[in-house]
């Protein structure tokens, strides 16, 4: 506050900042810089400088780590018009404030037009680990239709035998897919009437990654089994890949009239930590698979 006790609205805004909040630095209808809050706020004396004179001695403190970029808000005044509130106006401009709320529809808008977004990631995950557990998935309103499942038969091995290397952010995004669906199904089903049991090793120390599925949902009750295997993808693809064993673990629930889910995860977002899900019972005539076989496994003695 003043010196004479008068509020400033923004600079009040920075008492509720909160460590991970996401801050954007705009001026001149530009994005400047994007931080990241790396501490809650503290009170501090403030700065021995002129310039903030008419202020009381004890003001607040954020300590920040941050990103540079350069981004023109002016192209995007229409989006901005239609979702005003906060630091936007009804014209779809900035309201003038030191700090204002966010929605998160806003944020994630202005995420979205960073095209670095190596840096994004290094900002928002910097000394913190990017679990799955944390995500949040929304079951698709309109979920992705004509699905091709795609798999990749196993011939005999012998020496000699070269193998394809799992590519590094295949096996993130399947990591944090699959975390997010435990926590979806932790929020859809209660643990009173049903187990959820994650049997890959993404989910359990130890777990094993040959059963053809990754989750295991048991109702209490019934005794009923559903299993579940996760497929992930930051876009919309509508085609994923399965393996022989997940074809083979589908046959099996199909032919003891058991139910054998993919749980198709897509719009994957490390930033917002959001997505949507898409659960498909393969056991249901409206969606059996068509399998084509695209990659072979190749063997030859030297």
């Not at 005003?84 to 529809?105: D, H, I, M």
């Not at 910097?126 to 038969?153: E, M, Q």
């Not at 096996?171 to 975390?179: A, D, I």
């Not at 693809?237 to 897509?266: C, D, G, P, T, W």
Request: with cysteine.
């Amino acid at each position: 506050m003043t010196i004479d006790g008068k509020h400033n609205a923004g600079y009040d805004s920075m008492s509720r900042v909160k460590d991970g909040d996401i801050i954007f630095h705009v001026y001149g209808q530009h994005l400047r810089a994007i931080s990241r809050a790396i501490g809650d706020v503290y009170e501090q004396s403030k700065p021995n400088d002129n310039s903030f004179q008419d202020w009381a001695d004890l003001g607040w403190q954020v300590d920040c780590k941050m990103t540079i970029v350069n981004v023109s808000l002016k192209e995007h005044r229409s989006w901005f018009k239609s979702h005003e509130g906060g630091p936007f106006n009804k014209n779809g401009t900035l309201n003038q404030s030191y700090l204002l709320a966010l929605t998160k529809e806003q944020t994630n808008y202005l995420l979205s037009l960073v095209n670095n977004k190596d840096s994004l990631i290094d900002l928002i995950t910097a000394d913190k680990a990017v679990n799955g557990n944390n995500f949040v998935l929304t079951k698709s309103r309109a979920p992705l239709k004509h699905y091709d499942y795609h798999s990749i038969p196993s011939v005999n091995k012998t020496k000699g035998t070269y193998k394809l290397e799992i590519n590094e952010e295949k096996s993130r995004v399947g990591l944090l897919g699959e975390q997010a669906v435990i926590n979806y199904l932790k929020n859809n089903y209660s643990s009173v009437d049903y187990l959820i049991e994650g049997l890959s090793s993404n989910l359990k120390s130890g777990g094993n990654d040959d059963l053809g599925y990754d989750i295991k949902l048991t109702n209490k009750n019934s005794k009923e089994i559903i299993y579940i295997d996760v497929k992930s993808t930051k876009g919309k693809s509508n085609i994923f890949y399965m393996s022989e064993n997940e074809r083979q673990a589908y046959l099996e629930a199909k032919r003891h009239n058991q139910s054998y889910l993919i749980y198709r995860v897509f719009d994957l977002d490390e930033f917002s930590q959001t997505g949507h899900v898409d659960p498909i019972d393969l056991t249901k005539e409206e969606n059996q698979p068509k399998f084509q076989p695209v990659n072979y496994q190749v063997a030859f003695k030297f």
